[in-house]
């Protein structure tokens, strides 16, 4: 069983796609780093990288084949600004040249040697081989999956079998809803503590406190550019960004001073229920908006369902309770990381594997469950929310248009939230003994509901909207 800390569910990255951008480049730093280890990195005389499956199928709208040269190229999704990403690309095109982990230049032409395959490899749906030809005339090569999230794994098992001895030393390993309301009932303590206490299994409080911070800072900075970015998204659909217009007509006068004080002035604003809906729906778009033009955002749990956390948290910091600090948002934070990790262990977090369910749906459970346990409810409860929220996701196709990560993806983002407020309050007045359908068996159902769904609902951009809508007409 995997052990998945907090700082895997939630991954600071650039968009606009957890498994389609963000895992490629880790897949690449992972590749570069397997060739430092061996000595080798200096002796690459040629380069090759071939994309399968789905990542061939949308890669190009996912920013698959930049997200693979950056990663080749040494530059770190977390850290990197976002602006140079284009200057590298630009010059990786026009030299034909590539700095492989930034140290050894060798010649690289992503028109010839970035390829596209159609086919599906039998372990994944998202595969990426990097072949190496040496200058002692031996090759290499090495195929990574990609399997949403930011997760990668070069085969079945490997990396689970590494974090055995870190997982066997959770207090309180789950591997089911079951299993985790079993050390909440026995420790007499919430979900929030459970999970915390697995953190620090991993690394000291300060630590985490930390991170979780960076994450928070991260999806607070990614709301406020998306909602004072103007302009069209990139991408060829000529997608008006929403969120600054509808920022704008929400806050009326409000007077602030920078992102600090932001927040503080949201806070002030006297609102009403429609105006709720749209404060959700703002917060949701604005991040999935900086997204979809390679800004950067928190994989939640992955980046085209990134913005249904920062607005359901944002909902609760600005409606719900003024008062609220710190400690509410790393509750929040850690009680969404389980709900999330218990859908990859028992499921998939992948649309390529499961379609939309597997995205939105997912990130609405996690939302509503985190939710609920700050407004006072049982762990009971927060499974219940978590569980209406997936309940009302089953079946959702992946089926972006042109392959971008815009239409439908961002509008999801905020049905996805407020579905989420809508089943924590659901569950709130719920008897927590009285759910028809256990959490564990939502589940389950997902993942048999992916398992049946037909491929080209499944981020292929080869049925629903992506081929029920004509490009022209965008």
């Known amino acids: 069983m995997e052990c998945i800390s907090v700082f895997d569910m939630l991954k600071i990255g650039v968009g606009p796609s957890s498994s389609h951008t963000l895992g490629p480049w880790r897949a690449a730093e992972k590749f570069v780093a397997l060739l430092e280890r061996s000595g080798r990195l ?3 005389k040629q380069l090759k990288v071939k994309v399968y499956g789905s990542l061939s199928l949308t890669g190009k709208g996912h920013a698959t084949d930049l997200a693979i040269l950056m990663g080749l190229s040494g530059a770190d999704p977390e850290t990197i600004p976002v602006e140079n990403v284009p200057r590298t690309i630009r010059k990786i095109q026009e030299q034909k040249k590539l700095l492989l982990g930034s140290r050894v230049n060798i010649p690289f032409d992503p028109a010839e040697d970035l390829l596209f395959r159609r086919k599906f490899l ?12 040496f200058t002692d005339g031996k090759d290499l090569s090495e195929t990574y999956y990609s399997i949403g999230g930011g997760f990668v794994v070069q085969k079945e098992r490997v990396n689970s079998k590494k974090k055995t001895m870190a997982f066997n030393a959770f207090p309180y390993p789950a591997h089911s809803g079951k299993e985790l309301l079993y050390y909440c009932q026995q420790e007499g303590k919430p979900i929030s503590r459970i999970v915390l206490e697995n953190e620090l299994s991993l690394r000291s409080s300060e630590e985490i406190d930390a991170g979780i911070q960076r994450i928070w800072d991260t999806m607070l900075e990614s709301i406020y550019i998306g909602c004072h970015t103007r302009g069209t998204l990139p991408g ?10 509808m920022y704008e007509n929400l806050k009326g006068e409000l007077p602030y001073t920078g992102q600090e004080d932001w927040l503080k002035s949201i806070r002030q604003t006297e609102v009403k229920f429609r105006q709720i809906l749209k404060w959700v729906s703002c917060f949701a778009l604005s991040v999935n908006e900086v997204n979809a033009s390679l800004g950067r955002i928190v994989t939640a749990p992955t980046n085209g369902s990134a913005g249904v956390i920062p607005a359901v948290l944002m909902y609760y910091l600005v409606i719900e309770n003024h008062e609220a600090r710190f400690d509410e948002i790393r509750r929040f934070l850690l009680v969404a990381s389980e709900i999330g990790s218990l859908f990859k262990k028992g499921a998939t977090i992948s649309a390529a594997m499961g379609g939309c369910q597997a995205e939105i749906g997912v990130s609405s459970a996690m939302a509503a469950g985190a939710l609920t346990e700050l407004m006072g409810g049982s762990p009971e409860q927060v499974l219940m929310a978590a569980e209406i929220a997936m309940e009302h996701h089953l079946g959702l196709t992946c089926d972006p248009i042109g392959g971008l990560v815009q239409v439908p993806c961002i509008e999801r983002n905020s049905m996805g939230a407020i579905k989420a407020i809508n089943a924590a309050e659901l569950a709130m007045d719920s008897d927590a ?3 028809k359908v256990p959490f564990d068996k939502v589940v389950q159902t997902m993942w048999e509901t992916a398992k049946d769904m037909n491929s080209k609902y499944k981020e292929t951009s080869e049925g629903g909207l992506a081929v029920g809508v004509n490009l022209s007409d965008c």
Do not use: I, M, Y
Request: net charge neutral; aromatic share 8%.
């Open 236 to 245: 060829g659909l000529q997608v008006k960004r929403r969120a600054p217009d």
């Open 122 to 133: 039998s372990f994944h749906a998202n595969g990426l081989t990097f072949e190496v030809q």
């Open 42 to 44: 200096e002796s690459v």
């Open 433 to 435: 003994g009285s759910a």
